[in-house]
T-cell receptor, first 113, second 109 residues
Framework: IAGITQAPTSQILAAGRRMTLRCTQD?????MYWYRQDLGLGLRLIHY???????GKGEVPDGYSVSRANTDDFPLTLASAVPSQTSVYFC????????????FGEGSRLTVL | GQNIDQPTEMTATEGAIVQINCTYQ??????LFWYQQHAGEAPTFLSY??LDGLEEKGRFSSFLSRSKGYSYLLLKELQMKDSASYLC??????????WGAGTKLIIKP
């Protein structure tokens, strides 16, 4: 593993199903983030974690939850997927909170039917 | 509200120079980033400006004017591989990162 790894890279999901997007980093970064990217819109922050054991809500947190049990892993869960959650999801990490350069995973393309 | 404005799309010719503008209205300012994103890929860091002036890094330069709420990314000697989206992002007074929608740059031979 080098950098940030996301899984799955692509998924088609029926509405109402539960889905967890996985994110693992090996850079020992304290801060981690989940963004969604939709055509014509900027990256929108869903949830973030400044350090292991803490999480916070971003701009569009509804319908999503996260956990940060350790430094490396930051999974994003959709409890009951809806079509409006169709998007590309990016996990990112930073060595310093808020002001540092972000390193992004390759993204997870999710389609909810 | 907070807002980042960038042109949606620009076209330039291989070998030429292009300037991508970004204007912002945010609650405070603690720095501005430019990222490059090729289609279907993740964004990658290009530059960071926190003080006024020009930062040069090879073929790419980034300029900031905090008083005008304005930045630009200058790309010289354009190559076909520079075809990508360029994302402007500002850190506000709460240290939240606010993203623009990105500028899609198309390079023609």
């Amino acid at each position: 593993i080098a950098g940030i790894t996301q899984a799955p890279t692509s998924q088609i999901l029926a509405a109402g199903r539960r889905m967890t997007l996985r994110c693992t980093q090996d850079m020992r970064h304290n801060a981690m983030y989940w963004y969604r990217q939709d055509l014509g819109l900027g990256l929108r922050l869903i949830h973030y974690s400044n350090t292991a054991g803490t999480t916070g809500k971003g701009e569009v947190p509804d319908g999503y939850s996260v956990s940060r049990a350790n430094t490396d892993d930051f999974p994003l869960t959709l409890a009951s997927a809806v079509p409006s959650q169709t998007s590309v999801y990016f996990c990112a990490s930073s060595g310093t909170t808020n002001t540092g350069e972000l390193f992004f995973g390759e993204g997870s393309r999710l389609t909810v039917l | 509200g907070q807002n980042i404005d960038q042109p949606t799309e620009m076209t330039a010719t291989e070998g030429a120079i292009v300037q991508i503008n970004c204007t912002y209205q945010t609650s405070g300012f603690n720095g501005l980033f430019w990222y490059q994103q090729h289609a279907g890929e993740a964004p990658t860091f290009l530059s960071y400006n926190v003080l006024d002036g020009l930062e040069e890094k090879g073929r790419f330069s980034s300029f900031l004017s905090r008083s005008k709420g304005y930045s630009y990314l200058l790309l010289k000697e354009l190559q076909m591989k520079d075809s990508a989206s360029y994302l402007c992002a500002v850190i506000d007074s709460n240290y939240q990162l606010i993203w623009g929608a990105g500028t899609k740059l198309i390079i023609k031979p």
